[in-house]
């Protein structure tokens, strides 16, 4: 039988997980990715590098993010968000890339050109879902 969650488990589910899904939606496309992540009891904060995803994201920041934990087949929870992207620059990037710390940030590949130089790629995206609203579910049987 589905539940919804408690206020309380919503927030203990979000803030205990380091991996989501974030969907987003443009030009008729749907994509949902799997993310690293942190919530800070405010919003969802991660980073990425330029691609479709971001490409899209830019075209249409309404998004949808779902974390979840999954014990078996009839044993789950889960959180679905809606929010808001935004990239950040200036204090509210510094201050989500010292919360997500270096074991979150996108590692840098190194590339050694034909001149024999090592090329720096661009930084991550970093970003911020603001949230609008968030619902929780789950199903134990036992």
Aim: hydrophobic share 30%.
């Amino acid at each position: 039988m589905l539940h919804d969650l408690s206020p309380e488990l919503t927030e203990h589910l979000l803030s205990t997980q380091f991996f989501g899904r974030i969907g987003c939606t443009a030009d008729g496309q749907v994509l949902v990715l799997p993310v690293a992540y942190l919530y800070d009891g405010n919003a969802i904060y991660g980073h990425t590098r330029e691609g479709t995803k971001t490409r899209m994201l830019r075209q249409n920041p309404t998004v949808c993010f779902e974390v979840d934990e999954a014990c078996s087949p009839t044993s789950w929870r889960s959180v679905v968000v809606q929010g808001v992207y935004e990239e950040l620059t200036g204090d509210d990037r510094i201050y989500a890339e010292q919360r997500l710390g270096p074991g979150r940030v996108a590692p840098r590949s190194d590339v050694i050109s034909s001149t024999g130089e090592v090329p720096q790629p661009p930084p991550p995206v970093v970003y911020r879902i603001r949230i609008l609203s968030k619902t929780g579910r789950s199903e134990i049987k036992e």
